[in-house]
């Protein structure tokens, strides 16, 4: 039901949003938002999820390395345990999908990250890479780790988490500063 609700509110937004401009009586275009106004209701939005701060430590096996994932207050940056990487996020539709993917999976639990896992045949010990998060909505705490495979099981994720994963990658990888 939730899911509906929150479905119904995104289309009446973007049918108001997309309506044609009105105009004055010398045919002029009068605007009732400006952009600065769209994206500030958008964040609304976002924030109605309650999230005050989260901090997500991500550990990538392939290069050994942990990267941290800070948003507080609006702001997401990003910093490497190991190495010298910092990165702060100022771009809001980046801010945004971080957010709607947290509030998907971790505080409203709306979708499932595994959608399928099974006993294995093959055994194929490795070292998988994890999400460990810790979210704080209003005075309650969500903590919890999630490794992205386990020994023994075929797992089969979530395309909406594969991508929430390759937004964590891409914001890493990127040459561009999502500024």
Same mark, same amino acid.
């Given at each position: ?9 995104? +289309? ?9 401009? @009105? ?10 938002? *400006?952009?600065?106004?769209? =994206? ?6 976002? !924030?109605?999820?309650? $999230?005050?701060?989260? =901090?997500?430590?991500? &550990? ?7 990267? +941290?994932? *800070? &948003?507080?207050?609006?702001? $997401?940056?990003?910093?490497? +345990? @190991? ?17 709607? &993917?947290?509030?998907?999976?971790? +505080? ?5 990250? @595994? !959608?399928?896992?099974?006993?294995? %045949?093959?055994?194929?010990?490795? /070292? &998988?890479?994890? $999400? /460990?998060?810790? %979210?704080?909505?209003?005075? #309650?705490?969500? @903590?919890? #780790? ?11 994720? *979530?395309? !909406?988490? $594969? /991508?929430?994963?390759?937004? %964590? *990658? ?10």
């Amino acid at each position: 039901m939730k899911c509906y609700l929150m479905l119904f509110s995104f +289309i009446t937004f973007i049918i108001i949003s997309c309506s044609p401009p @009105h105009r004055d009586g010398n045919n002029t275009v009068v605007r009732s938002e *400006n952009t600065e106004d769209i =994206v500030d209701s958008i964040n609304q939005y976002y !924030l109605r999820c309650g $999230l005050d701060s989260a =901090v997500i430590e991500y &550990y990538r096996s392939y290069d050994a390395d942990c990267f +941290i994932y *800070n &948003y507080s207050k609006g702001a $997401l940056s990003i910093k490497s +345990i @190991h190495t010298s990487f910092n990165k702060i996020i100022t771009d809001k539709n980046v801010v945004n999908r971080f957010i709607r &993917y947290v509030d998907v999976f971790f +505080i409203a639990k709306t979708q499932k990250i @595994h !959608l399928v896992r099974l006993r294995s %045949l093959d055994w194929i010990i490795s /070292d &998988y890479p994890w $999400l /460990d998060y810790n %979210l704080f909505v209003g005075d #309650k705490q969500i @903590h919890e #780790k999630i490794s992205m495979g386990e020994e023994g099981y075929d797992i089969e994720f *979530n395309p !909406l988490f $594969l /991508d929430f994963f390759n937004l %964590l *990658n891409e914001m890493v990888n990127s040459k561009r500063s999502f500024n």
